[in-house]
């Protein structure tokens, strides 16, 4: 190996180091409690070292979410090629719910931790506005097969089918579904998702 190659390698090694370190510390501490400098003590190198990579914070959490979507992005896009478009909602719908049972951090990252202030829309390429685009297409496809009703707003309809998933979601990943016993748990939410379904594509034209 050469002295490129060898420091090429190394620079990656570090990106990756600070990137996991980063993670564990805002999932453990929230994103408020985490500064440059703890990041740098926890990997033992001076922030001037993770200044190299990142020039604040703000960079690096967008990195790990960029990082988690892009993984999620990755996991639904082969249902694209399911020709049933309300079987490819059910689909995605388990999906995004395995993501987050098998990702957790990930999932934390995504949607529950509260991020920087700072806050901006999606850009068309990102993997989030990517992965939305998905749902959109897909309410679109119901609508063309009359799945759904002609007169239905997709932007409404894709918001309320995330928007319950991600609710159903959550309490399943924070555990705060005690009132349900844990065997039936998981069976539950693909109950309570086929049920929320039916009321979206159940009434054809």
Known sequence: ??????????????????????????????????????????IEYSPATVYQY???????????????????????????DVRDPSERLRMGGEAYIDFAINNPKYYDLMFIMRPPLRQEEEGNES?????????????????????????????????????????????????RAGMIPAKDLRSTVDGALNFMLDQFTGERQ
């Not at 993670?23 to 929230?30: I, S």
């Not at 749902?135 to 309809?157: F, G, M, S, V, W």
Request: proline share 2%; with cysteine; charged share 30%.
């Open 1 to 42: 190996m050469g002295i490129f190659e060898r420091k090429e390698r190394e620079r990656q090694e570090m990106h990756a180091l600070i990137l996991e370190t980063a993670m564990k510390l805002f999932l453990e501490e929230g994103y408020g409690n985490v500064t440059i400098r703890k990041i740098a003590r926890q």
């Open 127 to 175: 993997p989030a506005k990517k992965s939305y685009e998905l749902l959109r297409q897909n309410i679109q496809d119901c609508i063309a097969a009359h799945q759904l009703r002609a007169e239905t707003d997709i932007d409404t309809a894709a918001f309320a089918m995330w928007s319950f998933i991600h609710g159903a979601t959550s309490l399943l990943i924070r555990q």
């Open 54 to 80: 990142f020039k604040d914070r703000e960079e690096i959490f967008d990195a790990l979410r960029t990082m988690a979507f892009t993984r999620f992005y990755e996991q639904i896009i082969p249902l694209r």
